[in-house]
């Protein structure tokens, strides 16, 4: 399993939380979380240094937490139809530098700017 370039999770409505071997993948480029109900935790993710497209399309998701900053090879995030999306932390996609494409819509999220607490849209 080392040797997983690509893993597609869609339409997994019962993964509350990514087990915790995700992270030796270390050959995965691209993961699809596509239409998932529900995580508990996705920070598991920020491990995945080699990843290059990912995607949480129309997935639950309710924060992109700090660990995706770690993905210094991500070149797609898709975060289309996230209706639950609200808080992107800190930070998280400035340093994304290789990203070449990012996917969302007009949700209400709040961007935090470093240094702040509170709920501030920092543009």
């Known amino acids: 399993m080392r040797q997983l370039k690509v893993l597609d999770l869609r ?4 993964i509350s939380l990514l087990p915790s071997s995700l992270q ?43 660990e995706i900053g770690g993905l210094v090879n991500l070149k797609l995030l898709d975060l289309t139809e996230c209706c639950k999306l609200k808080r992107i932390a ?9 990203l070449q494409e990012l996917y969302m819509d007009g949700r209400e999220i709040i961007w935090e700017r470093e240094g702040k607490e509170g709920g501030e849209n920092a543009a």
């Open 11 to 14: 339409i997994t409505e019962y």
């Open 90 to 98: 800190p930070g998280v996609i400035s340093v994304l530098v290789q």
């Open 24 to 66: 030796f993948l270390s050959n995965l480029l691209t993961l699809h979380l596509d239409y998932c109900q529900k995580f508990d935790n996705i920070s598991i993710i920020g491990k995945l240094l080699n990843l290059e497209i990912l995607s949480f399309r129309e997935s639950k998701i309710e924060d992109l937490p700090e």
